[in-house]
């Protein structure tokens, strides 16, 4: 398959080895005095060696590779103890890997292994480096529910919102009661806040504009499998392509064997509630 990958001048390495600590996957390796790629299946493509070759002999290439392996890859840094695992895993969180980081987490159950990441306030306050508005909020609530008649207040707990950029670890879904909402919908309906927000954590998305639905699966099941949610609300629009939300929750819910409720409700474009059901 053709995707990104480490390569190599070996002109310009001159055998330092500070690429080597940086690869926590195993994919580079000192060999004679060179920086070497000792194999297509360890190498994300992500670059975290690129900083720290002061020769600048690492670069990213596309090309025909064998396919990246999650589960080689956790076998392999497993034998470096707890600090690579939790140095592999914080890669590929801070990168948005999500289908791989669900790959390593399972690999961790099934040995056996509590995912070192829970609990850490390395998690819980994650460090974000690019767009000042991905930083995690967690809002204080007050009881102002005698303002509802008058001026609106907010029942909004967290930032961000969109679930392209929140973490599924992050504290604010700790044991929470998570509102999965189209994006449409708080504009549609007018009570959103006080009807369905209140008291629940929040994600939105649009099944018909985000193309990748698969960074959608996988952030839903870790929110249920390391963020322990209590139920998931479902709020899409009566049009078709809305429905693709609701069947993304039911279908982490049932990849992850979890019991948890899912309650689906529909909103009309005039603002109307037109339906609730309970589909799991």
């Given at each position: 398959?053709?995707?990104?990958?480490?390569?190599?001048?070996?002109?310009?390495?001159?055998?330092?080895?500070?690429?080597?600590?940086?690869?926590?996957?195993?994919?580079?390796?000192?060999?004679?005095?060179?920086?070497?790629?000792?194999?297509?299946?360890?190498?994300?493509?992500?670059?975290?060696?690129?900083?720290?070759?002061?020769?600048?002999?690492?670069?990213?290439?596309?090309?025909?590779?064998?396919?990246?392996?999650?589960?080689k890859?956790?076998?392999?840094?497993?034998?470096g103890?707890?600090?690579?695992?939790?140095?592999?895993?914080?890669?590929?969180?801070?990168?948005?890997?999500?289908?791989?980081l669900?790959?390593?987490l399972?690999?961790?159950?099934?040995?056996?292994?509590?995912?070192?990441?829970?609990?850490?306030?390395?998690?819980?306050?994650?460090?974000?480096?690019?767009?000042?508005?991905?930083?995690?909020?967690?809002?204080?609530?007050?009881?102002?529910?005698?303002d509802?008649?008058?001026?609106r207040?907010?029942?909004?707990?967290?930032?961000?919102?969109?679930?392209?950029?929140?973490?599924?670890?992050?504290?604010?879904?700790?044991?929470?009661?998570?509102?999965?909402?189209?994006?449409?919908?708080?504009?549609?309906?007018?009570?959103?806040?006080?009807d369905?927000?209140?008291?629940?954590?929040?994600?939105?998305?649009?099944?018909?504009?985000?193309?990748?639905?698969?960074?959608?699966?996988?952030?839903?099941?870790?929110?249920?499998?390391?963020?322990?949610?209590?139920?998931?609300?479902?709020?899409?629009?009566?049009?078709?392509?809305?429905?693709?939300?609701?069947?993304?929750?039911?279908?982490?819910v049932?990849?992850?064997?979890?019991?948890?409720?899912?309650?689906?409700?529909?909103?009309?474009?005039?603002?109307?509630?037109?339906?609730?059901?309970?589909?799991?």
């Amino acid at each position: 398959m053709i995707r990104k990958i480490i390569k190599i001048d070996e002109e310009k390495c001159d055998g330092c080895g500070n690429c080597v600590p940086e690869c926590h996957e195993g994919a580079l390796q000192i060999i004679d005095g060179k920086a070497r790629l000792i194999s297509d299946l360890f190498c994300d493509g992500l670059g975290a060696c690129l900083g720290n070759c002061p020769p600048g002999a690492l670069t990213i290439e596309e090309r025909e590779a064998e396919p990246y392996d999650e589960r080689k890859v956790m076998d392999y840094i497993m034998k470096g103890g707890t600090n690579v695992i939790i140095a592999h895993l914080k890669h590929l969180r801070d990168h948005e890997e999500f289908e791989y980081l669900t790959e390593a987490l399972e690999f961790l159950r099934e040995k056996g292994i509590e995912n070192p990441l829970s609990g850490r306030e390395s998690v819980e306050k994650q460090a974000h480096s690019g767009c000042p508005g991905s930083q995690e909020l967690t809002f204080k609530q007050t009881d102002k529910s005698a303002d509802e008649n008058g001026a609106r207040v907010s029942h909004l707990r967290q930032w961000p919102v969109q679930l392209h950029l929140v973490s599924p670890q992050a504290q604010f879904f700790k044991n929470s009661d998570l509102l999965l909402a189209a994006d449409c919908c708080a504009f549609a309906y007018p009570d959103f806040h006080k009807d369905f927000l209140k008291g629940k954590s929040l994600a939105i998305a649009c099944p018909k504009l985000d193309s990748n639905k698969q960074v959608y699966l996988d952030k839903l099941l870790l929110m249920i499998n390391e963020s322990n949610l209590k139920s998931i609300t479902v709020l899409i629009m009566t049009v078709p392509c809305c429905n693709g939300l609701a069947q993304l929750a039911q279908q982490a819910v049932e990849i992850s064997k979890s019991a948890i409720p899912v309650n689906v409700s529909v909103i009309s474009p005039t603002g109307e509630l037109v339906q609730s059901v309970q589909i799991n």
